[in-house]
């Protein structure tokens, strides 16, 4: 992150670090441990969702959400639909967080445009046309098969997105391959692992988005078919569009060694234009990058007049959490966010938790929230019984986090004293894996659901770097609070957390050159919809046409 950034550094209080941080944590562990479970649950203040998950197919939604209660009696469909965003059609029932989201988040103010509508209705008909088990999807797959090396002209088109890396990641990049998909009159199927299968609804009326188990491409990768670099450099050579293959191979994944892409220009889509089929594995949100392109610009451009709400709305377009991820959300809201005034969403990611250690994370944490009055300062001169009589307000913070300290060391805090605002704090944590697991459907329901509570929030805290935190910023249309990396055992005059300029996710790893080859030292300056994102300095992010950074 750029310290120099922001004017938050300069608020900065030296010493808040060693002396408040460590008084409000001290015996903090240890009053945890004084207190029996029962009283924990009697005061509401803990939560673990995995036993709700263990039971979650057996559960009723009906008896854990009293949806009922909330809505309207006359409930304008527009506002189930997402101004239009939505289509009408769905059966309610296979889909139920599809019409009852809206009841648990806040009316967005951006409204999607009706270029974006109409092109969305455009490629919903494209998809329910050449998607899976229709006509001219097999007669196209058919023919792209037996002519693999050779090229093909086909009546569909289909880019098959394929795995990286961690949910955040996944959910970021299948949205930017979503766009590309509109703009290039694609089909999109998404190649799911059974660590995906139950999170998300079908995102398409009378159609699916996955890629069949027994395609002829499910197994097809960089080592049995051309790839994207390899036709570069066939074209460099010869300059020629003849001998162009069928099906083609494009790595989009993060690597610090991987050479130029050149995705973003013209003479690159050109050639793409010409493959009926194309496999992607991806683990970054390179919207920007077809920024750069100038018809793409100009698309997008006429879709999103406001350009940094573009994840906003592709976000809640394509990800519906699936009946049993919407049971644990919104059984979990019910039961402990719905009656705040206030919901804090704060997600602490460690990156490298045998270098950094828990308590220094934990300073930062309370460094942050405290200065930006996120949340109160406690009274150390009184105690919670003495005061609990006059506090009224309450704040529920929902700690999104693979490690469980956080969460208690917060709890215990406002469990031991009052706050000065007179506020109370109830602190939950849904779920703490312990580390990272990848291939784990059930790590995955439980990470879908953390991200799509915090979404729900007020207030947005989130880790720098972390796509996790972006999903949910993007879904909220919440401007986050960053918190600040920390390497190590890092005690320095830096900002604890900045505020970010945008809702959109960074693009970790943008172009690096013009199409031309020059090196591209300034593309903030080039490309006036872009900005140096906060959290990683050579990455980029959309910002409104007028943002500042």
Partial sequence: MNSTASGIEGKVERGTDRNVTAELLNGGVKDLQERSQNNFATEGRSENITAAYAGSK???????????????????????????????????????????????????????????????????????????????????????????????????????WNTANGLGNQMISIAATFLYAILTDRVLLVKFNKDKHGLFCEPFLNSTWILPQKSPFSSWNEHNTETYQTMLDKDRASNSKKGLPSVLFINLQFSFENPEKYFHCDHSQDLLRKIPMLILRSDQYYVPSMFMNPFFNLEIANMFPERDIIFHHLGRYLFHPSNDAWELISS????????????????????????????AIMNLVLSCTLQQKILPEVDLKTSVSSAGKNMTTVKAVLVASLHKEYGDNLRSMYLKKPTVSGEVIEVYQPSHEGKQKFNDNGHNLKAWTDMYLLSLSDVLVTTSLSTFGYVAQGLGNLKPWLLYRLVGNHSGDFPRCERDFSTEPCFHMPPKHYCNGEPMNDIVSSFPNLRECKDLRFGVKLAAVNGSM
């Fill in 332 to 359: 979990y809201y019910q039961a402990h966010l719905a009656s705040a005034s206030e919901r804090i969403g704060l997600q602490i990611r460690v990156f490298n938790a045998a270098t950094t250690p828990k308590q």
């Fill in 58 to 160: 057996n559960a009723s939604l009906a008896s854990s959400t009293n949806v009922s209660t909330t809505e309207p009696v006359n409930l304008d469909d527009n506002d189930k639909l997402l101004g239009g965003l939505l289509t009408s059609g769905f059966d309610e029932a296979s889909c139920k967080s599809r019409m009852q989201s809206h009841l648990y988040r806040k009316a967005s103010p951006h409204k999607p445009s009706p270029y974006l509508i109409s092109k969305l209705r455009k490629y919903e008909e494209i998809h329910r046309r050449c998607g899976p088990n229709t006509r001219d999807y097999d007669k196209s797959m058919k023919k792209i098969v037996s002519s693999k090396n050779n090229g093909a002209a086909t009546k569909c088109k289909y880019i098959i």
